[in-house]
């Protein structure tokens, strides 16, 4: 990249700092999207996926731009984004929109699966493409009599969100001699997991089990998230704009279950919450099966919840 031959003015230009570097603007995303108050600089850093010196050197720039503020010194010296800024709001506005992109075109694909004949047994995306040039890879398992003509129809009902988004969806198919193993970041889409110790991001559940070893791991799960709830409300929040999104687009039978967890959502305490994920009772282990809050949990909050169902 060629050097700027020019300094712009900071007070009149501030995007310029505020989106002067992916640094800054990973750390941005953290404080507006994940916490709610103050942050540390190795919390910021771990959230963001950069080094303390990198987080530490990238949030100098915003403290000193004006849009973070600092509190305290030393070893306590925390962080806080300054929300009453109007281009802080334009920033938050961007990230919303980010987001909405991102779970639009994952539950447009999962309606095109949901209503794909024959029916295939799983659906789940490998790892995320890495820019808008490569395709987004969509593995089905179908019995193999009628694989071929589900790859063929859902080819048929994802042109018109290929054209949408401008990108290509290219299908793996596998039968069930044939299903391939899954790692650890793989997206799940639709269905059960193929049989084996895997740990897929939808579940943090893996392997086919029976209901009842099923019911007992998402008690586990939801006990887990629960406490994790009472550490980090944010996880709350994230929670609501993930329901927002799904009834914005899925109009199935699932969708009175995840009415029932909006409501909640807005009508609990955070008490009363934490109370619900933990209980037994029979409201509480039916709507289980669609907890939002398996779908938002960030990679580091995702390897907890699997660190501690490996030690119960």
Not at 14 to 19: A, D, E, G, M, Q
Not at 61 to 71: C, E, K, N, P, T
Request: charged residues 30%.
């Amino acid at each position: 990249m060629r050097p700027i031959s020019i300094e712009q003015n900071s007070f009149r230009y501030p995007l310029n700092s505020i989106l002067g570097t992916e640094a800054q603007i990973r750390l941005l995303r953290v404080m507006i999207t994940e916490v709610n108050g103050p942050i540390s600089i190795i919390d910021a850093a771990e959230r963001a996926d950069l080094t303390p010196l990198g987080a530490r050197k990238a949030m100098k720039r915003l403290a000193d731009a004006g849009f973070v503020r600092v509190i305290g010194g030393g070893r306590k010296q925390q962080y806080e984004i300054s929300l009453n800024d109007i281009l802080v709001q334009a920033v938050a506005a961007l990230f919303s929109a980010e987001t909405d992109r991102f779970e639009h075109i994952l539950a447009s694909i999962r309606k095109c699966i949901e209503i794909v004949e024959p029916q295939p047994i799983s659906a789940w995306i490998p790892s995320l493409p890495t820019d808008s040039e490569h395709p987004i890879k969509i593995c089905i398992l179908q019995d193999a009599r009628k694989l071929r003509e589900t790859i063929q129809n859902l080819r048929i009902l994802f042109q018109e969100l290929e054209r949408e988004v401008d990108m290509t969806i290219e299908l793996i198919g596998y039968s069930k001699a044939d299903a391939p193993q899954q790692v650890s970041d793989s997206l799940h889409l639709y269905g059960l997991p193929p049989s084996g110790d895997r740990k897929i991001e939808t579940g943090i559940t893996s392997g086919l089990v029976s209901h009842e070893q099923q019911d007992e791991r998402l008690s586990r799960i939801c006990r887990i998230i629960a406490t994790m709830i009472n550490e980090d409300r944010s996880i709350i929040g994230r929670a609501e704009q993930h329901i927002k999104l799904i009834l914005k687009g899925k109009s199935d039978s699932a969708t009175g279950d995840i009415e029932e967890w909006r409501d909640i959502l807005q009508k609990y305490s955070v008490r009363r919450l934490v109370q619900f994920l933990s209980s037994d009772e029979e409201r509480a282990i039916r709507l289980r099966q669609s907890c939002p809050f398996f779908a938002v949990l960030n990679k580091k909050e995702k390897e907890r919840v699997l660190e501690e169902l490996g030690g119960e």
